[in-house]
């Protein structure tokens, strides 16, 4: 896979593979979660990386703490990932006090298929609406066509300004949806902040 900019010819992703692909090339090598049904395309992608390794942790709300104090001790965002439902509720604690502590991090949870949501789903919620208040911004991906240009600004909002943490969540439907791009969206620039 080409590194940034423009490929030579379009490179084809699955949004999952492309999550891995862009928290790859924004320097990210370990991310903190628990896998679960509705982010589990994700997991597959991450279990390809040969940058990335995954701490399981044994609770979300830890996972969200795990990423915290590697926000804190390396001066960058840190990213965290769970699963909808029970999953996504369990990160609140965790990423409440990263926005009040104005630590970076970069929360992606799994959803129901985007047809589903607002019908009542096993384990759907709305994160997005749940996450309103405590995160510095949030994501609801509904499109594939978005995910490039939320996960670059992402890491962009997550570290300019007052640092805080964004809230992506992503329906299984748009992991699994593929995407063909001739132009890899760029790394955030880094913003190194003073740890605590």
Known sequence: ???????????????????VHFLERQGIRIVTGIPGGSILPVYDALSQSTQIRHILARHEQGAGFIAQGMARTEGKPAVC??????????????????????????????????????TDAFQEVDTYGISIPITKHNYL????????????????????????????????????????????????EKITFAGF
Do not use: H, Y
Not at 104 to 111: D, E, K, S
Not at 162 to 181: F, H, S, Y
């Open 81 to 118: 990932m769970a699963c909808s439902g029970p999953g996504a509720t369990n990160l609140v604690t965790a990423i409440a006090d990263a926005r009040l502590d104005s630590i970076p991090l970069i929360c992606i949870t799994g959803q129901v298929p985007a047809s589903m949501i607002g």
């Open 1 to 19: 896979m080409a590194s940034s900019g423009t490929t030579s010819t379009p490179q084809r992703f699955t949004g999952a593979e492309f999550i």
């Open 141 to 188: 991906v509904r499109n594939i066509n978005e995910l490039p240009q939320v996960m670059s600004d992402a890491f962009r909002l997550a570290q300019s300004g007052r640092p805080g943490p964004v809230w992506i969540d992503v329906p299984k439907d748009v992991q699994t949806a593929t995407i063909e791009l001739d132009v890899l969206p760029p790394p955030a």
